[in-house]
């Protein structure tokens, strides 16, 4: 997902016969689906993992600017731009609301920032994949957007207070995302047979990417197993991708386009569409940097953060000359 | 050199709020930067008609071991709510 195999840095799910009198209580009241405060006792652990998962989702929202921004200046169509940079620029505020999140665990903004610059902490895999036309911008607001959706929606509900709170105002902001992704494939699929082929030429480069968002199956993992006690994930990644793909199968085929996976097929028994396997050697190879923009996407945030630390330090030396102006004079 | 924004708190009045209501936090120079941050991050769809921007350093808050204290004398003293006080049917208007 955004967030993608999050490490808990345990390697059993805690029982509570191993908990201190604190922790026990701190588990109880997430059974009771009270949330978890900032300034409230909560283990480091904890503390950890969220900050570790809020951050790689605020890094994804950032990074995910970067394909995005490859086409704000050959958008088709003045409306299309607007609407372009109108989702990027929600884009750089879910970012903002996450890291805010985060840094409500006592980890500082420049930290973060500094981590991601350093390839400590990851970003979504499926930002390291390139946009090659105006097609790929309507197959990403559909299907990127609508898995980050999915991913989205039951964090809404998840036990960390700040996280919960960013999830709901993100949630509201993303269905714009993804219907005007989905509008851009009408539109080419109701085009030429040129702009259709491109459409069905951008599933057929983003379906699998898409699909591996959600991360491997994570029935065995501690990891998922002890994120889920503690409320910070509600479902598992199976689940949430079978959902996943039983909702993008259909739209799809309003379209006209067809899902690039010869063994997909709809199982009338269980309800659900049955897809062929994923080739996870390619996610891992992406997750270790050997995706094709891996390098250009930091090397490009790197700059945007460089080039803008002059305005930080003079916009700070500013407020401070005007605070002291100000003592002075009321002195 | 660190040069991170000092962190502000937001609070949105929404059309038909009655009241300014926390939405979020953002960083920011100084005040002026910090109201624009926060139209910018915070009311982009017609969620508020006013904005307050308060530095987080200046918050007071309660601290979470101290609900007890702070809370509990409430619940012993129901007289304070109007259902307290039963009213014969024949009474209206009040
Ligand atoms: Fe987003
Ligand atoms: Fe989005």
């Known amino acids: 997902m955004y967030a993608q195999m999050v490490d808990t840095g345990l390697n059993k799910v805690v029982d509570a016969s ?18 978890v405060e ?9 503390r950890r993992t969220l900050v570790r998962q809020i951050q790689q989702h605020a890094h994804s929202e950032v990074v995910g600017q970067l394909p995005e921004g490859n086409w704000v200046t050959r958008a088709p169509t003045l409306k299309r731009k607007a609407i372009l940079m109108a989702k990027i620029q929600d884009e750089a ?34 930002f390291n994949y390139p946009t090659l036309n105006w097609a790929d911008i309507g197959a990403i607001g559909w299907l990127v ?34 219907r005007q992704g989905f509008d851009i494939m009408m539109a080419m ?28 199956s994570d029935a065995e993992s501690v990891h998922s197993a002890q994120s889920m006690r503690w409320k910070i994930k509600l479902l598992s990644n199976d689940e949430l991708r079978q959902r996943f793909v039983d909702q993008t199968v259909p739209q799809a085929e309003y379209l006209g386009l067809r899902v690039p996976d010869p063994a997909l097929r709809w199982n009338a028994q269980s309800g659900h569409y049955e897809t062929g396997p994923i080739d996870w050697a390619e996610f891992q190879a992406v997750l270790r940097g050997h995706g094709p923009c891996n390098r250009d996407r930091i090397r490009v945030r790197k700059e945007a953060w460089d080039d803008g630390q ?22 | 050199m660190t040069s991170e924004w000092p962190l502000w708190e937001v609070f949105i009045r929404s059309q038909h709020g009655l009241a300014h209501k926390h939405a979020g936090s953002l960083h920011a120079s100084d005040a002026e930067m910090a109201m ?46 109007p259902t307290f006080f039963p009213m014969p049917d024949e009474v209206k208007h009040i």
Request: glycine fraction near 6%; hydrophobic fraction near 40%; charge should be neutral.
């Open chain 1, 18 to 35: 191993q908990m201190s009198p604190q922790e026990q209580a701190f588990q109880a009241r997430i059974d009771a689906d009270v949330k």
């Open chain 1, 38 to 46: 900032p300034r409230d006792w909560m283990p480091e652990a904890y």
């Open chain 1, 93 to 126: 505020g879910h970012g903002l609301y996450l890291y805010s999140a985060a840094e409500t665990l006592g980890v500082s903004r420049d930290d973060l920032i500094d981590d991601l610059h350093a390839g400590k902490v990851k970003y979504s895999s499926i």
């Open chain 1, 145 to 178: 957007d609508g898995a980050a959706i999915m991913n989205q929606i039951p964090l809404c509900r998840c036990s960390y207070g700040p996280y919960a709170r960013a999830m709901v105002r993100i949630c509201k902001e993303e269905s714009f995302h993804q």
């Open chain 1, 189 to 216: 699929c109701r085009g030429s047979a040129d702009q259709k082929a491109m459409a069905q030429d951008a599933l057929d480069r983003w379906w699998w990417p898409s699909l591996m968002m959600f991360g491997p």
């Open chain 1, 310 to 331: 002059w305005v930080r330090e003079a916009a700070m030396a500013h407020a401070r000359k005007r605070a002291e102006r100000e003592s002075r004079a009321a002195a």
């Open chain 2, 36 to 81: 624009k941050n926060a139209r910018d991050v915070y009311t982009r769809r017609n969620e508020g008609v006013s904005i307050w921007v308060v530095k987080s350093a200046d918050v007071v808050a309660s601290a979470p071991g101290d609900r007890e204290a702070l809370f509990d004398p409430a619940n012993d003293k129901v007289y304070r709510h």
